[in-house]
């Protein structure tokens, strides 16, 4: 069975940073290698959207986290991770790893991020 677990959020000050990461197991490495990785969030009362992407080591970020938000992937690992930089009340979410398979998304459970004023 494929599981997806999060970790790393936690409450910090704006302007702060916080580095997510998501654990991958039960997926042999190629599949790993192959397969889209995403991290979405979701805030209170709002749609899950996008933060950012990463397949075949091409990224793709939400415009409002440019500059600021850096996905990576350790393939021997089987992690991806989410360096956020300079965070701000509005980043204050679910942070949720998403892996795009063949047989349809899988989802994390979810890590907590909330940045105070």
């Known amino acids: 069975q494929v599981r997806l677990v999060e970790s790393g959020g936690g409450l910090v000050q704006a302007g702060g940073s916080l580095t997510l990461s998501c654990k991958v197991s039960?997926?042999?490495?190629?599949?790993?290698?192959?397969?889209?990785m995403a991290w979405y969030r979701q805030a209170p009362g709002k749609q899950r959207e996008l933060v950012a992407s990463?397949?075949?080591?091409?990224?793709n970020y939400a415009d409002s986290v440019k500059g600021r938000f850096t996905i990576s992937k350790n393939n021997g690992r089987r992690t991806v991770y989410l360096q956020m930089n300079s965070l701000n009340v509005e980043d204050s979410a679910v942070y949720y790893c998403?892996?795009?398979?063949?047989?349809?998304?899988?989802w994390g459970q979810g890590t907590q991020v909330t940045s105070s004023s």
């Open positions: 990463i397949t075949d080591g091409i990224t």
């Open positions: 039960g997926i042999i490495l190629s599949e790993f290698w192959s397969n889209t």
């Open positions: 998403n892996m795009d398979r063949n047989t349809g998304p899988v």
